[in-house]
């Protein structure tokens, strides 16, 4: 079996190192594999896997020359500089940032949804789309195939994981200072995140939108080849791992709920579990660390309109696992 060198961008981050244990479980076939980082992390040590351990590089000034897939999650800026260079050496880097996304030359790639499009490859960047939207379409992909979906109105409730380490951090040291009634400074999020929720992810755009709910609609449009009506409210909640959304659809051709849920149970990267007790739905906590996005609350509003809960850990299928499963198709393809 061929095997390749690999290098992970990013590798001290809560995706960098969720992309080392990915690669070590599913038994990626390494020649050699770099962590790579900022210089304030050379020579240190991140321990994945089964007992493994890596030493982190220097990313600036780090020779892309032998490396075949680099897997990039260290930030748009780090991007714009780095996954050229990287590609010019002749690596294909899967980028997790959203520097690349909607550029019109990069595929945007979920492999459960749209493999076809690597093929569309050119410059030797995939991006790989964000989190919130990768739950969304990978649920709702079964649905489109069969009603065509026309009108989305989705609401998202989104973990601190998303925002990076110290959001997870300041969650945890305001949860504490509560009981010890402490005044709580928000330092990372625009309030306090501890008991509360936050209606604000990303920067404001002209309009009112968030830009993570522009990256909502826009995304989900490039990966569905589809001009679909979005309208999404990204909020954050209290919450360590695992992003949760309430998705309402409008269809041009009635809906089968029996055909719906058989189509979704077949689909790859999809769970169903929807049952009308209570318990019988999958929440954000018993979502983090499985790799299926789960789908509960399967139910019609009239014939051509449903709603559903989706709930994924945006640290794997949201972002880790994702650009493996890139780079195993770039692999699948290469033999």
């Not at 961008?9 to 770099?34: M, Q, S, W, Y």
């Not at 998303?162 to 951090?169: C, E, F, I």
């Not at 995140?193 to 009112?208: W, Y």
């Not at 080849?225 to 041009?252: L, M, N």
Request: with cysteine; proline share 4%; aromatic share 8%.
């Amino acid at each position: 079996m061929k095997k390749y060198n690999v290098a992970v961008v990013g590798a001290t981050g809560n995706v960098g190192r969720e992309i080392l244990n990915i690669l070590d479980f599913r038994k990626f076939p390494l020649n050699k594999i770099f962590a790579l980082a900022s210089s304030k992390s050379e020579g240190s040590k991140i321990n994945y896997g089964e007992n493994k351990e890596i030493v982190v590089h220097k990313l600036d000034g780090f020779d892309f020359q032998d490396i075949d897939i680099v897997l990039s999650s260290a930030g748009s800026g780090v991007s714009k500089e780095f996954a050229p260079k990287a590609a010019k050496k002749g690596a294909i880097v899967v980028d997790n940032t959203s520097y690349f996304r909607m550029k019109k030359d990069i595929p945007l790639i979920i492999p459960e949804v749209n493999p076809e499009d690597l093929k569309l490859q050119k410059k030797n960047i995939i991006s790989n789309p964000n989190c919130s939207t990768i739950q969304m379409v990978l649920a709702l992909k079964p649905l489109h195939d069969l009603f065509k979906i026309k009108k989305i109105i989705v609401s998202t409730y989104q973990s601190t994981s998303g925002a990076g380490k110290p959001a997870m951090d300041e969650l945890f040291h305001q949860t504490l200072d509560v009981y010890k009634n402490k005044p709580l400074e928000p330092k990372i999020f625009s309030k306090r995140i501890a008991f509360n929720i936050i209606p604000h992810i990303d920067s404001f755009l002209e309009g009112g939108h968030t830009k993570e709910e522009n990256k909502m609609f826009e995304e989900t449009q490039k990966i569905l080849k589809s001009k679909i009506d979005i309208f999404a409210t990204c909020v954050r909640v209290p919450v360590f791992v695992g992003h949760a959304e309430s998705i309402y659809i409008e269809t041009e051709k009635e809906i089968d709920i029996k055909k719906a849920l058989s189509k979704m149970k077949k689909a790859k990267g999809l769970s169903v579990v929807d049952e009308n007790i209570d318990g019988g739905y999958v929440t954000p906590d018993e979502s983090a660390g499985e790799d299926e996005v789960f789908v509960s609350r399967v139910r019609l509003k009239d014939k051509k309109s449903m709603g559903l809960w989706v709930v994924a850990d945006n640290l794997r299928k949201g972002a880790a696992l994702n650009s493996v499963q890139i780079a195993e198709l770039l692999i699948k393809n290469d033999k």
